[in-house]
């Protein structure tokens, strides 16, 4: 399986992502070219090779009409874009300052809507094109719940839109030609103190951030400034389908996209293109002792929670005060399926208290084909991984024909060899 895996202990913009999904890329002036010529208006990227820490990676700036994206932005990624409401229109940090009754300049602002029409009229893929919109939706949608306002009174300006789609829409087409069966994510660093934008002083991450990372681990870390952008943000809120550590794999290419600015850490996102032989997820394992419950009550209690989506439930033989006999039930479960787990526990048994394991799990490679046997066409499961291949028929299929034929699965599966 290809998997790539991002390392956010520097946090996540949009020119970063580029670069380090850039730094995979085996032609490289190639894929330049194919992004410079998207069909954006007065934007061009330029990649440079530079060093953080004596480390050597890619760094990218996007040039506005000439203008090198954020060149007078706040802090670590200059990316943080706003919206306007209202009477007041707020930009993007390059130009944050209020429209006041006769100022001279103009400056044109988009909706979502048009920010969608501008990326449809794009020389990319319709996977492209797909991906990109639903990005700078998940934008869209964090900064109207920071402002309570809804998503159709949201205004991007000008210069920070085009920014923004250059870069979100340069990171779909590196994954588009990268091709992993799988996008893996370190927890996200987002810095912490606070950040002065067109609003005022915010804390760090942004709201906007914020509300993007929710159900996403993420940490602080020791830096006092903000590390993940809105747009970073979304970009893995879209992408990844599992964060936590990375994953056993033999890695093919390594890349780094390095930030502007110059810290004790190295400033960098580094990127892990590789195949796995197995896979390394995340799982919690939720216990409590009963002694109080019949067989049955226990036995309808455990189908429940297979029923909720348990990965498994067990339950152990336990000698309890006073010599009650008595079990401890183990439910292992995903992250995301954990409070209702808990939930239905309570629900289903007699216990008041339930005792929590987060628990790092190895797991094979799992493949599940149909073939063709002398008995007739039987399901055989397949795991592969860390050295080893593990194999084994369908228990209900071998079953099936056992009893149709009136004979033991001993006998069966000897006629199987």
Do not use: W
Not at 225 to 239: F, R
């Amino acid at each position: 399986m290809k998997t790539l895996y991002i390392e956010c202990e520097m946090g996540a913009a949009g020119d970063m992502l580029t670069a380090a999904l850039l730094d995979l890329v085996t032609d490289k002036e190639e894929m330049i070219e194919k992004m410079n010529s998207i069909g954006l208006d007065g934007v061009h990227m330029h990649v440079h090779e530079v060093q953080r820490c004596g480390i050597s990676g890619l760094h990218v700036d996007v040039h506005i009409h000439g203008e090198i994206e954020g060149e007078h932005m706040h802090e670590h990624h200059h990316e943080h874009r706003h919206h306007d409401h209202s009477h007041e229109h707020i930009h993007d940090e390059t130009h944050a300052h209020t429209h006041e009754h006769g100022h001279e300049h103009h400056h044109e602002h988009h909706t979502l809507s048009d920010v969608h029409r501008i990326i449809y009229k794009l020389n990319v893929s319709e996977n492209v094109k797909e991906h990109a919109t639903a990005i700078y939706k998940l934008i869209a949608q964090a900064e109207a719940k920071a402002h309570n306002m809804p998503i159709t009174n949201i205004h991007f300006h000008e210069v920070g839109t085009m920014d923004a789609i250059a870069d979100i829409v340069n990171v779909c087409m590196l994954i588009e030609a990268i091709a992993p069966d799988r996008i893996v994510c370190s927890p996200v660093c987002t810095g912490s103190g606070t950040v002065k934008c067109a609003h005022g002083i915010l804390p760090v991450p942004a709201p906007a951030t914020a509300y993007l990372l929710e159900e996403i681990p993420s940490y602080a870390g020791n830096i006092r400034t903000e590390l993940c952008t809105p747009t970073g943000a979304a970009i893995l809120k879209h992408y990844v389908s599992e964060f936590g550590s990375r994953p056993v794999m033999k890695t093919k290419k390594t890349g780094y996209g390095m930030g502007t600015k110059e810290f004790e850490q190295a400033n960098c996102v580094r990127v892990f293109l590789g195949e796995e032989e197995g896979s390394c997820d995340e799982i919690y394992e939720l216990c409590c002792n009963i002694d109080d419950m019949t067989g049955e009550e226990l036995g309808f209690a455990m189908n429940c929670l297979f029923d909720a989506g348990a990965r498994d439930v067990f339950m152990t033989p336990l000698t309890m005060k006073k010599s009650r006999p008595g079990v401890l039930l183990s439910v292992i479960c995903d992250r995301t399926k954990k409070e209702e787990m808990v939930r239905m526990i309570m629900k289903h048994t007699t216990t008041l208290g339930i005792r929590e394991y987060r628990c790092s799990r190895y797991v094979m490679k799992r493949e599940v084909e149909e073939e063709e046997t002398v008995v007739g066409v039987i399901t055989r499961k397949r795991a592969s991984g860390y050295g080893t291949i593990k194999e084994k028929y369908e228990y209900e299929d071998l079953a099936k024909f056992a009893r149709e034929k009136g004979i033991s699965l001993f006998e069966l599966k000897k006629r199987l060899k």
